[in-house]
């Protein structure tokens, strides 16, 4: 079931999807959500009762669009901030789609093309552990209903198989129910899944769908080595999206097992942001690079066999439906209690503090504002190496884009006007933990109090159900020693922010606040 909107007390494969399918990503202050559907029985798009769906906002214009464009700062005119230094992303028109039908297409077409047969796939599922233990989505028919959430039962060429779709990164777990839309939080990523399928073996006969079968096992080999993360619920999709690109022609999409470009030797941690975020943002990805229809990385992401341009142009025939349903979902409401009182005391405190970079919210979306601001990293001051990714890393790989198919749909634009980071929505900013864009803080507390960030973490568990009510996010045990000192097996579940683009350092507005001031805008984002 899709969960509504929040009232506001004052009147926020594995390796495929992982490349950020719908990514919505917002800015360094933030944590991300996705979009939702959080008693774990996703539905479809719309309400619990099965209302008609609605896009939830604005298709090619954006909320907070008038702000930005008078060049007039959001937050109060008597108190300048760091709002006065974002230059405003202008909204672009994104194709219409039926959300609907786009909430079908997400769970039932085969738009990764590539899989395991389905006459295969039980015998798989020991031989890939983790990545197939999910339990079925509920709501989905005939064999779909058998297979993990994040798994889909679809026909190519005339055989059945099953391959991962966007639910691997974008169906977190919070409260312990499933939400359609919520940025995995908990996907162990530190182990590389083509050693896991090296081990299964393949029988010498004729099954339909061998062929579909081979093509995904040559590519999660490639894919493999390259998307290893040093800690679990760090998302490869940086590296995902590259490799996908350094290993294809430009022009035909024609895969080569071998490198076209070269890739740098990076590990970069992602938080997968939620999708509740997409319709207010102008422009996508956590640094803004992705401009004009948003739809074009969408399918870039999920693009581990599309191997001709027919072939993407075949997926893109409905994939504005499923950028619709993207856009049309909305956050969860806070589940737990809130002291209205001290939230109503926090919204004067955020509007005053937050509102000019992060918009401003009320009981029903439409009168939310969204000023879209891209912040330079002077200002920020989170780690540079995602916004950085495109100019300095892997500028070959962005030209590798525009170039392309998808490049014609969405344009990657990472230095517009510079390197930097668009400060996100807040909806349901509080399910969305870890925070910042790489993960390296494990509570809102601690983005608002830089002295509270611990340099080494881990998570005391990863049962969605414990949650932190006070520091809105999941209970750590701060560590005194990080990876280079850890055990072997304890290694890949410590966050170890001395690490490249491991970074905590950044977004340090919330120090200027009294502690008490922190409390508050801490009760008032349980609200959005």
Request: aromatic share 10%; glycine share 10%.
């Amino acid at each position: 079931m899709m969960m509504q909107r929040r009232s506001c007390v004052a009147g926020i494969s594995t390796l495929i999807a992982v490349a950020g399918c719908g990514d919505a990503g917002g800015g360094s202050g933030g944590a991300g959500t996705d979009t939702a559907s959080s008693t774990g029985a996703a539905q479809g798009p719309g309400s619990d009762t099965g209302a008609a769906p609605t896009t939830g906002g604005v298709t090619g214009e954006s909320s907070g669009e008038s702000a930005g464009e008078s060049g007039s700062s959001t937050g109060p005119a008597t108190m300048p901030g760091p709002w006065d230094y974002g230059v405003f992303i202008p909204p672009e028109p994104q194709a219409p789609g039926d959300p609907t039908k786009g909430y079908e297409a997400l769970l039932t077409r085969g738009y990764i093309t590539c899989g395991i047969p389905w006459l295969l796939f039980g015998l798989a599922k020991p031989v890939l552990g983790a990545y197939t233990d999910g339990e079925p989505l509920p709501g989905r028919s005939g064999k779909n209903a058998q297979v993990p959430y994040n798994w889909t039962v679809h026909e190519v060429d005339g055989a059945e198989i099953v391959s991962q779709n966007c639910l691997t990164c974008h169906a977190g777990s919070f409260n312990g129910q499933r939400i359609v839309g919520l940025g995995t939080a908990d996907a162990d990523f530190t182990g590389d899944m083509s050693a896991l399928l090296n081990a299964f073996p393949i029988p010498d006969i004729p099954i339909p769908g061998i062929e579909q079968m081979t093509r995904f096992l040559n590519r999660v080999k490639v894919l493999g080595p390259q998307t290893v993360m040093r800690t679990v619920g760090t998302n490869p999709a940086e590296a995902v999206a590259i490799t996908l690109v350094a290993h294809r022609d430009r022009h035909t999409l024609a895969w080569s097992d071998e490198k076209l470009l070269p890739l740098p030797e990076l590990v970069v941690p992602s938080d997968p942001p939620p999708w509740w975020r997409a319709h207010k943002k102008n422009a996508l990805f956590y640094n803004g690079m992705a401009r004009g229809d948003h739809r074009g990385t969408m399918m870039l992401a999920t693009a581990l066999c599309t191997d001709s341009v027919a072939e993407a142009q075949q997926i893109d025939s409905y994939f504005n439906d499923i950028q619709a349903f993207v856009r049309s979902v909305q956050a969860p409401k806070y589940p737990f209690a809130i002291d209205a009182a001290l939230a109503a005391e926090g919204a004067v405190v955020f509007a005053a503090s937050c509102a000019g970079c992060h918009g401003t919210y009320a009981a029903n979306d439409a009168d939310d504002t969204y000023p879209n601001l891209l912040f330079p990293l002077d200002i920020i001051g989170t780690d540079a190496v995602v916004a950085e990714g495109g100019t300095k890393y892997a500028p070959q790989l962005v030209e590798w884009y525009n170039e392309s198919y998808y490049g014609s749909i969405t344009r990657m634009e990472p230095n517009d006007p510079f390197p930097g980071y668009m400060a996100p929505p807040l909806d349901g900013v509080w399910a969305s933990g870890p925070f910042l864009h790489n993960g390296s803080v494990p509570t809102i507390a601690a983005v608002l109090d830089s002295s509270k960030r611990p340099k080494f973490w881990r998570r005391v568990d990863y049962d969605s159900a414990h949650f932190d009510e006070a520091a809105l996010g999941w209970p750590y045990i701060e560590l005194q020693y990080g990876h280079a000192d850890a055990a072997a097996d304890e290694k890949k579940f410590i966050y170890d922010t001395t690490q490249f683009a491991h970074s905590k350092v950044g977004h340090t507005f919330g120090d200027a606040l009294t502690p008490d001031e922190r409390e508050a805008v801490l009760e008032y984002l349980k609200t959005l």
